[in-house]
């Protein structure tokens, strides 16, 4: 034990355990209810269960229902409820909800005014977990009671706790006066208080109730409690209570205590301003499943809503469009509640997005369905838009996003992440953000040291959160959200009486409750200081690739939805089939649910990614059924003879025409002539599974469009020399690869420009040990290639696939229980290595990595981001460039001298660095939690590399895009309308991000951007009618 001999020290002690002697009285009178029932399910019996006893099965959800007669001298009286049943739980009385149970919030007002006798029934959905998903393991119905609150006594309980709370903050301040004067004024509340202590049993009865009850986010505990003792006290229930004179003195005390207060404030005015929110940020899925953050939802808002009844200055912000809609369908009753709190002005609408989402993975379209699906709903239930994007834990930020929150109405971010900064500290708190394409949103963030966004308004957070805010010079006011999160929970009454005490404490900053947007109102924004770009998150690196499979689908899924509303439109506008309206918004919503900055980024628990698995694979399933019908008109409908020998259409789904490239289904056994575009003959080389790969020289697959290929029987006629491969050697008229016996690439030469693309041996394969020191999905050390091994082939290499169209050479690499096998591939008429590589993923705690050393000097790298680039070092010169040894980019990264550059190509994959002119991309983790299992098991997978004419805004993003989104074959009519493209662009390079019908018309939308970072001006073409 430490012995203090500071007497500032020795006093706060000393007043604590005082503290807790009044707080023995701060019930009047109790009564337990001593029996309850049990059951599993709704259609179960119910049983028997005592106080104390464990659950008699554990689910999820059970449910336990008690009742209890209210004394007849309790008339009069207000009746408080205080339970602990093993777990969280929405706690009902006479069939109304009351709010959530959990380790933070266990007591409720049940009537205001007994009248004596009546009957409560209670009735509880019980989760046997905590707020954060830790199991209980053996849940028992520990503690069930009514009670009437001893109301002085808990008022100057907090009176005096907060004092003592903001004396103990400034004295390790150094503010030693105004400490010294706060104490003198507890010391002599606590010397004019008349407790009873002349009866020993109800004494002991009281200390021993409150000592082994402390709340938990109460101050000062007590280790001398009659519970820690080796004899096991068992002391009776208490069963006196204060006198009225008592009570009388307690008011006077209060009274005295108010007016000192009053003085102190006159001598140690308030200093510095905060502006609070309540708020829960509730996970929509992290250490617990979808379904829990559901019912999560219903307990927190419950309790929200039977505060703001209790406390009207309460103004609690709630982002999410999801997890309204999720309410409105479970919960009607209490959707309608929360409308008219929003009507009223004290729940309030943040955030413009269909939930919080990772900041750095999703595509730009994604974005632009984020904020679309998040404000119309907004608008539709609520009247109104969120005007504040509230993203306070993802994890970094894409450097587009202002654009695209302004086009989306929010003017304002706010985010608290940035202060995790393992380094670097983010230099400012209140600020403008400018995207890389010059939007500005107005930016703010707060650093509390204790709880971050999870304010429990304790004097340390005030005090600090004021005294951190570096945008004084600017404003006289920092915002500060409160109330317990992630887990959700949210504000509790002991924050709101906190709130009542500080909001003009001596000292403290003054405090002030209030909508969020209209702190942001308040700022004059004109000369603060302009952050550019990304905002890079020193931290949480690893969630660019952690969980690689919910990775590659999200990808893959992002581009299915976006090609098959293309086909739709085409479909509709072409032969009137109709558009999949309520598909398409159902699909969107599930990849947007996936998006969560818990789900996507992969530190979620195992349960989280089965169930995102099974998602995400059937929306791509269903995906790619619209897409196919909608290609797919079958011949019914054509005259024999145009219909004869008609195979089916090669579609190109893409604004801008391509060649022909494409992979089709086809019978091997049957010699077969193939014709496209008039009598032109295609080249075909058999592959595997019944696929047949065709091309043909010249020939162009218009953009969002169709050419009719048919078949003949005979030979074919079109032949041309094959692609030069051997089990080391493969040559096109593009490029030119050898490889080595360990497995990576002696060279990569470029036939067109006369260049080698490598400075070493390509693709080394890197197994490192990967064990960060914390938050293990979430973090890589910087150290972590200090431990790694390079991986080498067990067999020789081997010429798997030869033929005039495609040749590839295989790999295989074997080390412990992990298998990979890598086929290097190249194709006729393209200038991409493609390396598709499988992997059996078995172990922990390794991290899988690609590296090619590159024939290229630079002092750069850029990286596709949503709808755009950006540029980063690649060296190591400044502390902010050594935090970047891991970053996230897209579909692309690229490193390039200004007339020749090299881009690395990928499907699925976010994670990559650059080190002088060595270029690594991440391919898999092995973390052990919050997922033991993460990524265990077979992956398929693409990346490989595009060399290329200048830098990447030569053909970069065009070679990705292509490489995404591959020409489709499907059965269809040889139409003419079909053949030609319904849109065409002409001018400067922009892409299609979407072709979709309009939400709220039959209107036709496409919308396009620029990725190049460059103005353009571009002609849209239409072969149908604009009105």
């Avoid at 919030?105 to 009248?115: D, G, I, N, T």
């Avoid at 893959?556 to 309520?582: D, G, I, T």
């Amino acid at each position: 034990m430490e012995i203090s001999r500071d007497a500032l020290a020795q006093s706060l002690r000393r007043l604590s355990i005082r503290l807790l002697e009044l707080n023995a009285w701060c019930d009047r009178d109790r009564q337990l209810i001593e029996e309850g029932e049990f059951r599993t399910r709704p259609d179960a019996s119910w049983s028997k269960i005592s106080l104390g006893e464990p659950w008699p099965a554990i689910e999820t959800p059970v449910e336990i229902q008690f009742e209890t007669v209210i004394p007849k001298n309790w008339a009069g009286s207000l009746v408080h409820g205080r339970f602990q049943l093993g777990g969280e739980a929405l706690l009902f009385m006479n069939g109304r909800p009351m709010g959530g149970l959990n380790s933070l919030h266990q007591e409720y007002p049940l009537l205001s005014e007994a009248k004596g006798g009546e009957t409560l029934r209670f009735q509880a959905q019980v989760v046997p977990h905590g707020l954060f998903g830790t199991p209980v393991p053996q849940p028992r119905l520990d503690l069930a009671c009514i009670l009437v609150p001893e109301e002085d006594a808990r008022a100057l309980y907090r009176d005096l706790a907060t004092a003592l709370d903001a004396a103990g903050y400034l004295a390790r301040k150094s503010r030693v006066a105004l400490a010294e004067a706060l104490l003198g004024a507890i010391h002599r509340a606590f010397r004019e208080t008349i407790l009873p202590r002349n009866d020993t049993e109800e004494y002991l009865a009281r200390i021993a109730v409150v000592s082994e009850n402390q709340p938990a986010d109460d101050f000062y505990g007590n280790e001398e409690r009659p519970g820690s003792l080796w004899e096991r006290w068992k002391f009776r229930s208490p069963s006196g209570s204060l006198t009225t004179q008592q009570r009388s003195r307690l008011r006077e005390v209060r009274t005295a205590f108010a007016a000192e207060l009053a003085q102190l404030r006159d001598r140690f005015p308030p200093e510095g301003q905060a502006w609070l929110t309540g708020h829960a940020h509730l996970d929509l899925a992290w250490l617990w499943p979808l379904e829990e953050t559901r019912r999560k939802a219903r307990r927190t808002f419950y309790s929200v809503v039977g505060l703001m009844e209790r406390y009207p200055e309460l103004r609690f912000n709630q982002s999410s469009a999801q997890v309204y809609a999720w309410i409105e369908h479970d919960d009607p009753a209490l959707f309608r509640e929360i409308q008219g709190l929003v009507r009223n002005g004290q729940w309030d609408i943040v955030g413009g997005m269909w939930v919080e989402p990772d900041g750095n993975l999703p595509c730009g379209e994604s974005w632009v369905r984020q904020l679309l699906f998040g404000q119309r709903y907004f608008q539709s239930r609520f009247a109104q838009g969120a005007t504040v994007a509230w993203l306070p834990d993802s994890f970094g930020f894409n450097g587009n996003l202002p654009q695209l929150l302004l086009s989306a109405g929010i003017p304002n971010f706010f985010t608290h992440k940035l202060t995790w900064n393992e380094r670097n500290p983010f230099p400012y708190d209140l600020y403008w953000w400018e995207g890389i394409d010059g939007s500005r949103v107005l930016a703010h963030s707060f650093s509390n040291p204790d709880n971050g966004y999870n304010a429990r308004l304790t004097a340390l957070e005030l005090g600090e959160t004021w005294r951190r805010f570096r945008g004084k010079a600017h404003h006289d006011a920092t915002l500060l959200a409160f109330g317990y999160g992630d887990g959700g929970g949210g504000p509790t009454e002991e924050m709101l009486e906190r709130f009542r005490r500080f909001r003009d404490f001596p000292g403290m900053p003054n405090l002030r409750m209030d909508r969020v947007v209209e702190y942001y109102k308040t700022i004059a924004a004109q000369s603060l200081p302009v952050w550019v770009g990304e905002k890079y998150l020193e931290y949480h690196r690893a969630t660019f690739t952690t969980q690689g499979k919910v990775k590659l689908l999200h990808r893959q899924l992002e581009h299915a939805l976006v090609e098959a509303e293309s086909a739709a439109v085409l479909a509709a506008l072409q032969r009137q089939m109709a558009y999949p309206e309520a598909p398409f918004r159902r699909l969107w919503e599930i990849l947007l649910l996936n998006e969560f900055h818990d789900i996507l980024p992969g530190s979620s628990i195992h349960t989280v990614y089965e169930t995102a698995h099974r998602q995400l694979a059937a929306a791509l399933d269903e995906c790619s059924s619209i897409r196919d019908r909608a290609i797919s008109s079958g011949k019914g409908n054509q005259e024999p003879e145009s219909a004869k020998d008609l195979e089916g259409l090669i579609w190109n789904l893409q604004m801008d025409d391509r060649p022909l490239l494409a992979e089709i289904a086809a019978d091997p056994q049957e010699p077969t002539r193939r014709i496209i575009a008039g009598e032109k003959e295609v080249v075909t080389q058999q592959l595997e599974g019944g696929r047949l790969l065709i091309w043909a020289d010249e020939v162009l697959v218009p953009g969002l469009g169709a050419l009719p290929l048919r078949s003949v029987p005979g030979e074919p006629g079109a032949m041309l020399s094959g692609i030069q491969t051997d089990s080391t050697d493969l040559e096109t008229e593009k490029l030119r690869i050898r490889v080595n016996g360990d497995g990576t690439l002696a060279s990569l030469f470029d036939k067109d420009c006369g260049r080698e693309v490598l400075a070493g041996r390509g693709n080394q394969l890197w197994l490192f040990t990967d064990i960060p020191r914390q938050f293990d999905a979430w973090d890589i050390d910087a150290s972590y290639a200090e431990e790694g091994i390079e991986l080498c082939c067990d067999t020789a290499p081997e010429c798997i696939e030869t033929g005039p169209l495609r040749g590839a050479i295989r790999v295989r690499h074997r080390h412990e229980q992990i298998e990979i096998t890598q086929d290097y591939r190249l194709s006729r008429g393209s200038g991409f290595l493609e390396i598709r590589t499988r992997v059996r993923w078995h172990g922990r705690r390794q991290f899988l990595r690609a590296l090619f050393p590159l024939e290229i000097r630079t002092h750069e790298t850029w990286a596709e981001t949503a709808f755009g680039a950006v540029a980063r070092s690649n060296h190591r010169n400044t502390p902010w460039d050594e935090a970047r040894f891991e970053m996230p980019m897209h579909r692309w990264a690229d490193v390039s001298e200004p007339n020749y550059g090299v881009s690395l190509l990928n499907i699925g994959k976010y994670g990559y660095n650059v080190n002088g002119s060595v270029l690594g991309i991440s391919l898999l983790r092995s973390p052990i939690y919050p997922d033991p299992y993460a990524d265990e098991g077979d992956h398929e997978f693409v990346y490989g590399i595009y060399p290329h004419r200048g830098t990447w805004r030569n053909g970069t993003v065009q070679a990705a895009r292509r490489l995404h989104s591959p020409l489709r074959f499907a059965a269809g009519r040889d139409d003419a309308k079909i053949r030609s493209s319904l849109f065409r662009l002409r001018g400067d390079t922009v892409e299609l991000a979407a072709l979709k019908k309009a939400e709220d018309s039959e209107d036709i939308l496409l919308r396009f951007y620029e990725p190049h970072g460059n103005r353009a001006r571009t002609t849209i073409e239409m072969a149908v009618r604009v009105r």
